[in-house]
């Protein structure tokens, strides 16, 4: 049986969202630990992540409060990192499939989406990047998608998923409010624009 797992996350974050969203689908227990980004606390970064990032992931050691991480247990930070280690813990949850060339579909889908989606997104949302670079993204993502699947790889819920669901609710939010620091407008004229053919 798998040991003691904590997940200390930033609380709205899509990158701890997606490691939360393949803990569940695991139905591995864990503790989360939500951080207000703005009151940070001081310990997370001598303790748990020397480079001070969220999401991270306290494994193994013994049962400690998770303001305390033990120095027993192992650490490990990135959110991809993580969705693959929680993965490999749970090998029947069928968050990475066994067989190897489905196994590099789903490796390969998340490297292209965190290049494809979530550069392009957040850099149009903090209005740096113009939203044709998300169309791109997408489009690139649609040519990784299998016909008449109800999955991002195969024919089940991956890791594959949980990387990507939280970046689309976030784009589902941006075009349907407009909220960004993009030109006023912006985000509807995007939800527009991925509504054409």
Request: glycine share 8%.
């Amino acid at each position: 049986m798998p040991e003691q797992l904590t997940l200390y996350l930033l609380k709205l974050s899509p990158y701890g969202k997606k490691v939360e969203l393949a803990l569940v689908e695991a139905n591995a227990p864990y503790k989360a630990y939500r951080v207000d980004p703005f009151t940070k606390p001081e310990w997370f970064t001598s303790e748990v992540n020397p480079v001070g990032k969220f999401p991270a992931v306290t494994y193994g050691g013994p049962d400690v409060d998770p303001e305390d991480p033990s120095p027993l247990s192992a650490k490990i930070s990135e959110s991809n990192v993580i969705l693959e280690f929680v993965a490999d813990l749970y090998p029947d949850s069928g968050l990475l499939p066994k067989d190897p060339i489905q196994r590099s579909d789903v490796c390969f889908f998340i490297k292209v989406a965190t290049k494809h989606i979530e550069g392009p997104f957040y850099g149009f949302l903090r209005g740096q990047e113009s939203y044709e670079n998300v169309l791109k993204g997408i489009e690139c993502i649609q040519g990784l998608l299998e016909e008449g699947k109800d999955f991002a790889v195969g024919d089940h819920y991956t890791i594959a998923d949980a990387c990507i669901i939280p970046h689309l609710a976030r784009l589902k939010i941006a075009i349907e409010t407009d909220l960004g620091k993009f030109p006023v407008g912006m985000g509807y004229k995007l939800g527009e624009e991925l509504k054409g053919p």
